[in-house]
């Protein structure tokens, strides 16, 4: 993958090559940005730029074979480390390597791939992913070996702060003494459960979201998407380019959130004064229970951005609005006065506690019966 490949970012682009073209390659570094905005790709460019000899035309007196290898990410002194789960191939200790077919075609078919997707290949089910031990000892196997090309070795770990702490304190090893030409490039989006002995021995590149111009154009030149059209799903994804991705595709999830979302608070309004109602906040519970966890916690941050939407809207700054529900008879304009300033920090704070109950293995249905019932008193609750 080239860095003329990659969407935005010109400034940290800018920086990388000068670290490489100067010799002076930090051991460990930490990419730190949303979904969507390229992290991965960056990293993987990066390391071709190094591992290829690259200079400023990327191909250009580098090395052909190498950047060849990069086409498949099957270069031998390239090592990926990401979250998985236990499935019917892999039945116990799942690690990266057992699942490095499934990682390169995911990667190549979408490098603005999110985690999510990536559960999504796995079939993680009720499952939660994770870093484990197992790749960190990996690694160290990796590592004692000479390199292939007589250069670096380079591993990128993503999603971090998905490495449990047997893990951690195994990579913090790693990168207390590092071996002679090695890079390891940690990425995330959320730099805050990475251990601080960690997040300090890395040099850290913040990544924004892209800009909506530069969405616009990619759909328009990569995607043959008219331009209009192309505008307005670059608004919709708020710096997401994989969002837009979805959005072009009309298979995105949100569709279904949506529908959900509605039922929600339908039921929520109904169930005021009405105990013949409770029985649609209970179903609505027993349905979204029986979903996966990792979707039960996606849905539930859908949730947190459509009321903050409905927020924005009410207190008129419609220029940060980009939600346009399809559900029929559904406006998020007359939605809006029920989100207000005496109800949408309790509701967050109840959102944001569910999802984290659930990621702790809460029984679902219990907690989402809970968040319902509360919902029910906020909605109603006045400015």
Same mark, same amino acid.
């Given at each position: 993958m080239?860095f003329?490949?990659i969407l935005?970012h /010109?400034?940290?682009i800018s ?5 490489a073209?100067?010799g002076?390659i930090?051991?460990?570094?930490l ?11 960056v ?9 290829c000899?690259?200079?400023? +035309?990327?191909?250009s007196?580098g090395?052909a074979?190498?950047? *060849?290898?990069f ?6 002194d390239l ?8 499935t019917?191939e892999v ?7 057992d699942f490095?077919? !499934? &990682? =390169?075609?995911f990667v190549m078919?979408n490098p603005y ?8 290949v796995?079939e @993680?089910q009720?499952?939660q +992913?994770e870093?484990r @031990? ?5 690694i160290?196997?990796?590592?004692s070996?000479k ?6 070795k380079?591993?990128i770990? &993503? ?6 702490t047997e893990?951690s304190?195994?990579?913090l090893?790693?990168?207390? !003494?590092?071996?002679?030409k090695?890079?390891?490039?940690l990425?995330s ?6 251990i601080?002995?960690? =997040? ?12 909506e ?6 759909l328009?030149s990569r995607e043959?998407?008219?331009a209009?059209?192309a505008k ?5 994804a708020?710096g997401n380019?994989n ?16 529908? &959900?979302?509605?039922?929600?608070? $339908?039921a929520?309004? $109904?169930? #005021?004064?009405?105990a013949?109602?409770?029985q ?5 519970s027993?349905?979204?229970a029986g979903?996966g966890r ?5 849905y539930?941050?859908y949730?947190?951005?459509?009321? =903050?939407?409905a927020?924005l *809207?009410?207190y008129q700054t ?5 939600m ?8 998020l304009?007359n939605f809006a006065?029920f ?15 569910a999802?984290?109950?659930i !990621? ?6 219990l907690?989402?019966t809970?968040l ?5 008193r906020?909605i109603?609750? #006045? /400015?």
């Amino acid at each position: 993958m080239l860095f003329s490949s990659i969407l935005g970012h /010109g400034h940290l682009i800018s920086h990388l090559t000068k670290t490489a073209d100067s010799g002076r390659i930090p051991h460990a570094q930490l990419f730190v940005g949303p979904d969507g905005t390229g992290t991965l790709a960056v990293a993987i460019a990066y390391a071709q730029y190094i591992l290829c000899q690259n200079n400023a +035309g990327e191909n250009s007196n580098g090395n052909a074979a190498c950047n *060849l290898k990069f086409e498949s990410l099957s270069h031998p002194d390239l090592h990926f480390i990401f979250p998985t789960v236990t499935t019917e191939e892999v039945k116990s200790k799942p690690k990266s390597t057992d699942f490095r077919t !499934e &990682w =390169r075609q995911f990667v190549m078919q979408n490098p603005y791939g999110s985690l999510f997707d990536w559960y999504q290949v796995l079939e @993680v089910q009720n499952k939660q +992913g994770e870093i484990r @031990v197992d790749d960190a000892q990996e690694i160290v196997k990796l590592l004692s070996l000479k390199a292939y090309e007589g250069g670096y070795k380079i591993t990128i770990i &993503w999603m971090a702060d998905k490495m449990n702490t047997e893990a951690s304190n195994k990579l913090l090893k790693l990168l207390e !003494e590092p071996a002679d030409k090695t890079v390891f490039i940690l990425i995330s989006d959320n730099e805050e459960a990475i251990i601080q002995t960690i =997040r300090s021995r890395c040099q850290v590149l913040q990544f924004n979201g892209l800009p909506e111009q530069i969405i616009e154009n990619a759909l328009i030149s990569r995607e043959n998407i008219e331009a209009r059209a192309a505008k307005k799903m670059a608004h919709q994804a708020q710096g997401n380019y994989n969002k837009a991705l979805k959005l072009v595709q009309e298979n995105s999830e949100e569709d279904l959130f949506e529908k &959900w979302f509605v039922d929600w608070v $339908r039921a929520a309004f $109904r169930a #005021k004064g009405n105990a013949s109602a409770i029985q649609d906040l209970l179903s609505w519970s027993e349905q979204i229970a029986g979903l996966g966890r990792e979707t039960q916690k996606k849905y539930l941050n859908y949730c947190i951005e459509m009321f =903050r939407q409905a927020l924005l *809207l009410n207190y008129q700054t419609t220029s940060l609005v980009y939600m346009e529900p399809k559900i029929e008879n559904f406006k998020l304009e007359n939605f809006a006065p029920f989100v207000n300033q005496s109800n949408i920090e309790a509701i967050f704070n109840e959102l944001s506690q569910a999802s984290y109950h659930i !990621e702790r293995n809460g029984n679902a249905k219990l907690v989402l019966t809970d968040l319902s019932i509360k919902l029910t008193r906020l909605i109603h609750r #006045k /400015g």
